[in-house]
């Protein structure tokens, strides 16, 4: 079992209230039973329960403690307009961790459903990152910033007063500096690469893109990524696709890339996890 523990000493320590339910009333660990415990920069560490305390044995993983050094070669960017239906919401999060995203942006566009008053749980949705950390080993959380309007995320791709002003609260680092927004390559990901839009069950045409000036992933990454090492954000749209206004906002930011996901209509969801699992393909599994 791992357990992620924001920051811990050497010596034995009492267990920590926001992890003590669920070690002892949920997974019903004994006392001696052995754990592992972690955290991005002590790294991860074999315990032992003694009563209500916490004893680290020995070290398994060494942390990241370099400042500016990262887990992985840079940062990856989720930012996705959040869904009517939670549960799906919740799966995103889940699958983006497993997979790498670094940091998770809310974004509300103008079809956008899922931001009525209780929808967008912040606190909720970082535990279900810390629960798919756990699970999947790695040894950061991805950082869950509160949710963007799109002109104002678009705003920050221009304005330097904008992204400064956030940076502290998680924007890309390296080299222990910001990486801005508009230092970054955004794939905007869009509906299909080619056919016609088609019709919506209600008769209207359906929100689609043809294939001009959209390109293919690996293409995109190959020309702006590699290159300078840049950090890679994911824009992806809400249930409706995007709208007119949201392109308008969108398509003139020379550093957002119009990218395509195939001639299928992906559901949001299944967009954001395809599109993530192609990045990582492309640009950190291809170090290994």
């Known amino acids: ?88 919401v919740h799966f995103i999060i889940e699958k983006a961790t497993e997979l790498g995203v670094t940091n998770i942006q809310p974004m509300i566009m103008e079809r956008t459903q899922g931001h009525r008053s209780g929808d967008i749980n912040i606190e909720k949705w970082r535990k279900i990152a810390i629960n798919a950390a756990e699970q999947c080993e790695r040894l950061s959380i991805p950082e869950v910033a509160a949710p963007v ?7 920050e791709l221009t304005s330097q007063a904008a992204y400064d002003s956030r940076a502290v609260n998680g924007h890309a680092e390296k080299d222990g500096e910001p990486v801005r927004p508009a230092e970054m390559v955004w794939l905007w990901c869009v509906e299909r690469s080619s056919g016609t839009s088609g019709e919506t069950s209600g008769g209207e045409p359906r929100d689609v893109f043809s294939a001009v000036n959209s390109f293919g992933i690996a293409d995109v990454i190959k020309k702006n990524v590699f290159p300078a090492h840049k950090a890679v954000g994911l824009i992806i749209g809400p249930e409706g696709g995007f709208s007119e206004q949201d392109r308008r906002l969108l398509e003139t930011k020379e550093n957002v890339h119009k990218v395509s996901l195939g001639n299928l209509v992906l559901r949001s969801e299944t967009a954001a996890i395809c599109a993530l699992a192609n990045v990582m393909a492309l640009v950190e599994w291809e170090r290994d």
């Open 149 to 155: 309007a799109l002109r104002d995320f678009v705003d």
């Open 1 to 88: 079992m791992r357990v992620y523990i924001q920051s811990f000493p050497q010596g034995r320590f009492p267990i920590p209230d926001y992890c003590a339910h669920h070690l002892q009333n949920v997974m019903r660990v004994k006392d001696g039973a052995v754990i592992l415990i972690f955290n991005e920069r002590q790294g991860e560490f074999e315990a032992v329960i003694r009563g209500r305390n916490i004893v680290p044995t020995k070290q398994i993983k060494q942390g990241i403690s370099r400042p500016g050094a990262q887990e992985f070669s840079r940062k990856y960017y989720l930012a996705f307009s959040p869904l009517k239906n939670q549960h799906l």
